[in-house]
């Protein structure tokens, strides 16, 4: 019998069992757990894979696989020792993966500031600054009302590209502005939209 502990897990767990609830509860509970939503994996087929969960816990206090499985409430076989942290976060997201969907960060979940902000500090330094500015762009882009400074700045502080933020904020400041005049001539050429829009103020 195996009765290494250790203090890093990575595993799985799928939407289609019959007791996924408590395993996710349970998941969520650990003080230092962090994981991802896959439901655009393929197959060798191109099929869409089922719906699961990857995650990777990390404890205070080591435990055996069997100790761990037990605590999640999931089959041993669903875990495994973490060899390195960092790649094991990665693989949250497929992190530059050709051969697999690569899923957004913002998608990762977490309990834990600590984890998460290593996860993002990871893939923020190993990102273009291209594509942060790609992502920043695609964040205006998909609101449908007036953007301020500060809902951006913590946009991008959440997602750790403070850097690119920062270095770009003049054409930032561009993209906001064209974004809400977008917006005010919708407001303005749809009146009852208008109105109904500023019935949420205090006049």
Excluded at 111 to 116: A, V
Aim: glycine residues 2%; aromatic residues 12%.
């Amino acid at each position: 019998m195996n009765n290494k502990r250790v203090r890093n897990y990575l595993g799985v767990i799928y939407e289609d069992d019959e007791n996924f609830d408590n395993q996710f509860f349970n998941l969520s509970q650990e003080k230092e757990s962090i994981w991802i939503k896959h439901d655009r994996d393929l197959d060798d087929e191109g099929n869409i894979k089922k719906p699961h969960y990857h995650f990777v816990i990390q404890l205070k206090n080591a435990c055996t696989l069997s100790s761990m499985a037990k605590r999640l409430e999931v089959n041993k076989n669903m875990l495994e020792y973490v060899k390195n942290v960092n790649s094991s976060l990665k693989y949250l997201i497929h992190y530059k993966d050709d051969n697999k969907y690569n899923y957004n960060p913002e998608e990762v979940q977490s309990n834990s500031e600590k984890l998460k902000r290593r996860f993002l500090d990871l893939v923020a330094k190993e990102t273009p600054e291209t594509d942060k500015m790609i992502g920043i762009f695609d964040f205006i882009e998909s609101q449908t009302d007036y953007i301020d400074v500060k809902i951006l700045f913590k946009y991008a502080v959440k997602n750790n590209i403070w850097d690119a933020y920062r270095r770009n904020y003049a054409i930032i400041k561009d993209l906001v502005g064209n974004h809400n005049a977008k917006i005010n001539a919708k407001l303005y050429h749809t009146g009852e939209d208008f109105y109904n829009n500023l019935s949420g103020f205090d006049l």
